[in-house]
Structures are given as structure tokens and as C-alpha cells.
């Protein structure tokens, strides 16, 4: 035996995590404290200001009259303004 193995206290066979298995719980750990503190920091009023749907078709089709749709639907649940974008050309 080496004698930094006789310093250590005697531990139950299978119990020890081995070098990666112990960096995977720390990052696990700091990444659910992350997480808890940024949605302890949200804003209860998200979103705050007004959303801007971009459409990537002309006025008038199809898709622009269900993006509408939607985006009533969408503003009245979430008590803001959702103003449609129409750009076309982004599809051409």
C-alpha cells in the first residue's frame, strides 16, 4: 500500500464516484441552481412590451389570415399586443 492510501479513512467497498462521476453531480448541481435563480429573477409581467410575429409571406394569403389568428388568440392570453410583420420574400 501506498501511504496516502493509509491517511485516507477506510470507505465501503462501491461507494466511491470515481473523478468524472463527481464533475457530472458538481456541473448537474450548479446547473439547477442556475436555472432556479433565473426564474427567480423572471419578471411576473413577462412579456413586458408588445411582440412582433414576422410572417415571411405577402399580405392577404393564407398563411398571413392564420398568423393573424393566431396572433389574436395569442395576445389575449397573454394580455399584450401581438403586431403581425409581413416580409415577403423571405421564402423566395
Not at 408588445?50 to 396572433?71: E, F, Q, Y
Amino acid at each position: 500500500m501506498l501511504d496516502a492510501d493509509r491517511s485516507r479513512p477506510p470507505v465501503a467497498k462501491g461507494t466511491r464516484l470515481g473523478a468524472a462521476a463527481q464533475v457530472a453531480l458538481a456541473a448537474a448541481a450548479a446547473g439547477l441552481l442556475c436555472v432556479a435563480g433565473a426564474q427567480a429573477q423572471q419578471p411576473a409581467t413577462y412579456p413586458s412590451r408588445a411582440l412582433r410575429w414576422i410572417v415571411a409571406v405577402p399580405p392577404g394569403s393564407t398563411n398571413d389570415l392564420i398568423s393573424r389568428l393566431v396572433a389574436q388568440r395569442l395576445s389575449d392570453a397573454l394580455a399584450q399586443p401581438v403586431l403581425v410583420d409581413n416580409r415577403p420574400g423571405g421564402r423566395s
